[in-house]
């Protein structure tokens, strides 16, 4: 994972040998808490909570084709590259799908 001040990425840089894995409970900038599992080397889903009040940005990897969001969140879409930003209060929890 990686966070910049403005989104978080999700396995921007795996290795070939971790094709299939996981992981709970990384901290990215702006006070989230990540976790995530992904098979082929693609993701299957994530799961954000705040630690702090605030807007929180992903980028979404090209191969997504559609996400299946666990509560009502705006939907942003750059020309270039997508994301999605949704707001999330301190200890409010968000999972992602992604097909």
């Known amino acids: 994972m990686q966070s910049q001040s403005e989104y978080i ?3 921007p840089a795996l290795p070939d040998e971790w094709r299939n894995g996981s992981f709970s409970g990384f901290c990215a900038r702006g006070g989230a808490v990540v976790s ?3 098979t ?3 993701l299957n889903n994530i799961t ?3 630690t702090f009040d605030g807007t ?3 980028k979404i990897p090209e191969y997504v084709r559609s996400m299946e969001v ?3 969140l705006e939907f942003k879409a750059e020309p270039v590259n997508p994301f999605f930003a949704f707001q ?3 200890g409010e929890t968000t999972e992602i799908n992604f097909k």
Do not use: S, T
């Open 56 to 58: 929180f940005k992903i």
């Open 40 to 42: 082929n080397a693609k």
């Open 36 to 38: 995530a599992n992904w």
């Open 48 to 50: 954000i909570m705040a």
């Open 88 to 90: 999330l209060n301190k």
């Open 9 to 11: 990425e999700l396995l």
């Open 70 to 72: 666990k509560r009502q």
